[in-house]
């Protein structure tokens, strides 16, 4: 019959977000509160932070990953 759905396969999608950091621990646990509907998955990349980022990050996101990144963000 015309008009009728076509069954085809439902798409699932994954969304990503990588956050490049340095001493964000004020504002990390802010953004990251509001991805939660339609982020997936978290990737901390901490330019050599000297505060709690990575702590507050995870703090809010536990399946949050951070990735040490050795050159200091300017």
Not at 26 to 31: D, M, P, Q, V
């Amino acid at each position: 019959m015309s008009g009728d759905p076509i069954d085809a396969p439902t798409l699932t999608f994954t969304v990503s977000v990588v956050i490049p950091t340095k001493n964000e621990a004020r504002n990390i646990e802010w953004l990251l509160a509001r991805t939660e509907p339609i982020v997936d998955e978290v990737v901390i990349v901490d330019g050599l932070s000297d505060d709690d980022t990575v702590e507050s990050a995870v703090g809010v996101r536990p399946s949050a990953r951070s990735v040490p990144h050795q050159v200091s963000a300017r």
